[in-house]
């Protein structure tokens, strides 16, 4: 019998995903984190957008956080050189 170690990052009662890696979970939950405090930012500013809305759209900037601090400190955004890292 094998002896399985899940991470299971969970977000107001509803399990969100399953890592078998700590790290891995860990940066999952920071990036939750961090989608959470860019909705309520989103939130506090004169664009209308509703709940659902503001969390896609904060999940969305979490997780491509590189290059939005790269757009940030001045460099252009390429959406080719982005598809190609995906690949």
Known sequence: MAVII???VERKG???MTFTSKKEADA??????SADQLAAF???STVTL???QLEELGLYLASN??????L?????????????KEK
């Not at 956080?65 to 790269?70: A, H, P």
């Not at 940030?72 to 190609?84: I, L, T, V």
């Open 14 to 16: 509803v399990e969100k």
């Open 6 to 8: 899940k991470y299971i």
């Open 50 to 52: 509703d709940d659902q």
């Open 72 to 84: 940030f400190k001045g460099n252009d955004f390429n959406p080719e050189k982005k598809a190609k």
């Open 28 to 33: 999952y939950d920071k990036m939750l984190d």
């Open 42 to 44: 989103l939130g506090a």
């Open 65 to 70: 956080k590189e290059m939005v601090m790269s």
